[in-house]
């Protein structure tokens, strides 16, 4: 659970009237985030609603993932990250939205809840047709230690994108294990991106 501090740390700029927004109950801090014209006030009801713990909040917040806002993306991201378990459901549905900014911020979302239940979904983020999709998912899995999603991520190190297998390896060191072990070995052989030859022996000391 995040702590106090942390909240602190990814609150956002407090808009003009974010004392009266601080006032409001659940339902006008989503109506703040549907319809407000300013994405200042709707980065902060997302803070709020994120603040609030509240699962009657999770759809609203999915639903600003594909804000036009990159700020507001990000802050639902947190504030989905901060309700936890209870988000995952919803986040691993909206894996499959077709906005892959969506997607995108719901694997980020994924990998901060950082659950056994997040595996599936980010797994399914590993094939995803867009690039920033398939790194963030490897990156949520990085830290999950799941030795079910060595397979996938070693389809990754042979990805066209060099962000993604630069996140796979990282990722698969993280693991450890002789199956990830041989796949690097392996890849450092072939590979001759040189950042990511050095971040693969990193992965194997």
């Given at each position: 659970?995040?702590?106090?501090?942390?909240?602190e740390?990814?609150?956002?700029?407090?808009?003009?009237?974010?004392?009266e927004?601080?006032?409001?109950?659940?339902?006008?801090?989503?109506?703040?985030?549907?319809?407000?014209?300013?994405?200042k006030?709707?980065?902060?009801?997302?803070?709020?609603?994120?603040?609030?713990?509240?699962?009657?909040?999770?759809?609203p917040?999915?639903?600003?993932?594909?804000?036009?806002?990159?700020?507001?993306?990000?802050?639902?991201?947190?504030?989905?990250?901060?309700?936890?378990?209870?988000?995952?459901?919803?986040?691993?549905?909206?894996?499959?939205?077709p906005?892959?900014?969506?997607?995108?911020r719901?694997?980020?979302?994924?990998?901060?809840?950082?659950?056994?239940?997040a595996?599936?979904?980010?797994?399914?983020?590993?094939k995803?047709?867009?690039?920033?999709?398939?790194?963030?998912?490897a990156?949520?899995?990085?830290?999950?230690?799941d030795?079910?999603?060595?397979?996938?991520?070693?389809?990754?190190?042979k990805?066209?994108?060099?962000?993604?297998?630069?996140?796979?390896?990282?990722?698969?060191?993280?693991?450890?294990?002789?199956?990830?072990?041989?796949?690097l070995?392996?890849?450092?052989a072939?590979?001759?991106?040189?950042k990511?030859?050095?971040a693969?022996?990193?992965?194997?000391?």
């Open positions: 659970m995040t702590n106090d501090n942390s909240m740390k990814n609150a956002p700029e407090r808009p003009e009237h974010a004392g927004l601080e006032k409001l109950g659940l339902d006008g801090l989503v109506n703040a985030l549907q319809n407000s014209t300013d994405p006030v709707r980065q902060y009801a997302a803070y709020l609603l994120g603040n609030a713990h509240n699962p009657r909040a999770i759809q917040l999915v639903e600003a993932l594909a804000d036009f806002d990159k700020s507001v993306r990000e802050q639902a991201t947190l504030a989905l990250s901060r309700i936890g378990k209870a988000a995952i459901e919803p986040l691993a549905e909206a894996m499959n939205e906005k892959w900014q969506t997607r995108y719901a694997a980020e979302a994924l990998g901060k809840i950082a659950d056994e239940k595996v599936k979904p980010l797994i399914q983020g590993l995803d047709n867009r690039d920033h999709v398939r790194y963030m998912a990156k949520g899995l990085k830290d999950l230690g030795s079910n999603t060595i397979e996938p991520l070693i389809i990754l190190l990805d066209e994108n060099v962000y993604v297998r630069m996140m796979s390896v990282r990722a698969l060191g993280a693991i450890g294990g002789t199956q990830a072990t041989e796949a070995n392996a890849t450092l072939v590979e001759t991106d040189e990511i030859r050095a693969i022996v990193e992965a194997l000391t």
